[in-house]
C-alpha cells in the first residue's frame, strides 16, 4: 500500500496507525533519510544536501534505497510506504520492484488536504528522532510536554518543518508529486480520502474506504504474523544521536 500526500497532510501518523492495524511495516523515506543524517552515514551526507533545503533526494538513490528495504524479511508479507514515490520515475521504479519481488499494489490511499490548512499543522509539529513518532502542540500534544510517549526520547522540531523550507517543499509536492495522484487514479488504484479533519477521523475515513478496497485484492492479512511489541524497540538507536 502507498500513502500520498502533501507535507503536513498526516501521512506519517496515518502510516503509524495502519501499521499497527495491518502488523505490515511501514517504510518512510523520509525517516529513513533522517535517520541517516543524524547518523552521518554516506547516505546521511548525501541526502542532507536535499532534505535541508526541502527539495527531492536523486530518484535513483532513492529507489535503490528503497529496493533495498523491500527485500528485507518484515516486508515479506506486505508494506506501508510513506512518502514513497513522489515521482513519476519513483513510480515506474515500484512496477518494477512489485514484478521482480512478486507482489500487486494493494491501493494508493491519496490524503487530500487543502494548502490554507497545511502550513498550520507544519509549524506546531514536534517529531521524536528516534522512533519518528509525529506531535502537534495544539491537536496531538504528547502526555509529557517535550518527550515522546512511544520511547521516552526528547521531542524536536524537524529541520525542514519551518515556514520557508515549507513552502519550498509544497512547490516540489505540486510539480513533481501531485501528478501521482492521476497517475494512479488511471490505474484504479487511488483511494482518496478527506485529510481535514483530526488523526481519528481521517483514520475512520480511511479504514473504511480500504475495507471496502482491499476486498479481491493483494495477500490476505494474517493477525498471527503482527509484531506486538512497541514500534519504537528496534529503531530506538538513535538516541542522543544529534
Ligand atoms: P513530508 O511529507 O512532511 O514532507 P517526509 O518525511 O516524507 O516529510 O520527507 C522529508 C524530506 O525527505 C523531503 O522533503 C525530501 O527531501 C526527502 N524525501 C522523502 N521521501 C522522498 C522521496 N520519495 N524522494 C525524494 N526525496 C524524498
Ligand atoms: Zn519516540
Not at 169 to 174: E, K, P, Q
Amino acid at each position: 500500500m502507498v500513502l500520498l500526500g502533501p507535507p503536513g497532510s498526516g501521512k506519517g501518523t496515518q502510516a503509524r496507525l495502519l501499521e499497527d492495524r495491518l502488523g505490515i511495516p511501514q517504510i518512510s523515506t523520509g525517516d529513513i533519510f533522517r535517520r541517516a543524517i543524524a547518523l552521518n552515514t554516506p547516505l546521511g551526507i548525501e541526502a542532507e544536501k536535499y532534505v535541508s533545503r526541502g527539495s527531492l533526494v536523486p530518484d535513483d538513490l532513492t529507489i535503490g534505497l528503497v529496493r533495498e528495504r523491500l527485500r528485507e524479511k518484515d516486508a515479506a508479507r506486505g508494506f506501508i510506504l510513506d512518502g514513497f514515490p513522489r515521482t513519476i520515475p519513483q513510480a515506474r521504479g515500484v512496477e518494477e520492484m512489485a514484478k521482480e519481488l512478486g507482489w500487486e499494489l494493494d491501493a494508493v490511499v491519496y490524503i487530500n488536504v487543502p494548502e490554507r490548512i497545511l502550513l498550520g499543522r507544519l509549524v506546531e509539529r514536534q517529531t521524536c528522532p528516534s522512533c519518528g513518532m509525529m506531535y502537534h502542540l495544539a491537536n496531538r500534544p504528547p502526555l509529557d510536554e517535550g518527550t515522546c510517549d512511544e520511547c521516552g526520547s526528547s521531542l524536536e522540531i524537524r529541520e525542514d518543518d519551518n515556514e520557508e523550507t515549507f513552502k519550498k517543499r509544497l512547490a516540489v509536492y505540486f510539480s513533481q508529486t501531485s501528478p501521482l495522484v492521476d497517475y494512479y487514479k488511471h490505474k484504479s488504484r487511488l483511494v482518496d480520502i478527506d485529510g481535514s479533519g483530526g488523526v481519528e477521523e481521517v483514520f475512520k475515513n480511511m479504514s473504511a474506504a480500504l475495507g471496502d478496497r482491499r476486498k479481491g485484492f493483494g495477500k490476505p492479512i494474517d493477525d498471527k504474523s503482527k509484531d506486538t511489541g512497541s514500534n519504537c524497540q528496534n529503531k530506538g538507536e538513535l538516541h542522543n544521536s544529534r
